[in-house]
């Protein structure tokens, strides 16, 4: 008889512990959903109050550059003051960065866009020019995990 209690009872409970752990994902996924609801709503609330907008282009190689074309009418838009970022490709070998880099760099200087990078072994302060609204070139961690720190 104990042992068929304890049997049972065991399965009743890890059944019920797996309930608890399934709702209590739920309520998470719902908390950040709830979360992110409200602080777009903030944000769009703050950007409706602008009249100028920062847009800053996250970029990692002149190959993966898309955004020419509205980069050239945000700039013919006197609303908007658009910059590029060159950041790091994470993927790319240490020895190879640097020369990524100043590929990129030349790449946009020669086209006239507005640069904005850093020196050799330094960081930009992306919140000095606390960007509205943000492009990435390669929406993946490829250069995510360097530029996030300045970001957020």
């Given at each position: ?9 065991t ?76 950041a ?37 302060k ?27």
């Open positions: 008889m104990r042992d068929w209690i304890k049997k049972h009872i399965t009743e409970v890890v059944i019920l512990l797996k309930k608890i752990l399934g709702y209590k994902k739920l309520f998470w996924q719902y908390f950040y959903i709830k979360r992110n609801s409200l602080k777009q709503k903030e944000t769009l609330i703050r950007l409706n109050r602008k009249s100028h907008f920062t847009v800053l282009f996250v970029a990692i190689s002149p190959a993966s550059w898309k955004y020419a074309s509205l980069y050239r009418a945000l700039e013919k838009d006197e609303n908007f003051t658009p910059y590029i970022v060159v790091d490709a994470t993927y790319m070998p240490q020895n190879e960065v640097e020369s990524n880099r100043l590929t990129c760099i030349n790449f946009f200087q020669s086209q006239g866009f507005r640069l904005i990078f850093p020196g050799k072994k330094e960081f930009i992306v919140e000095e020019r606390d960007p509205d609204i943000v492009f990435f070139s390669t929406p993946y961690n490829q250069c995510f995990r360097r530029v996030s720190d300045h970001f957020f």
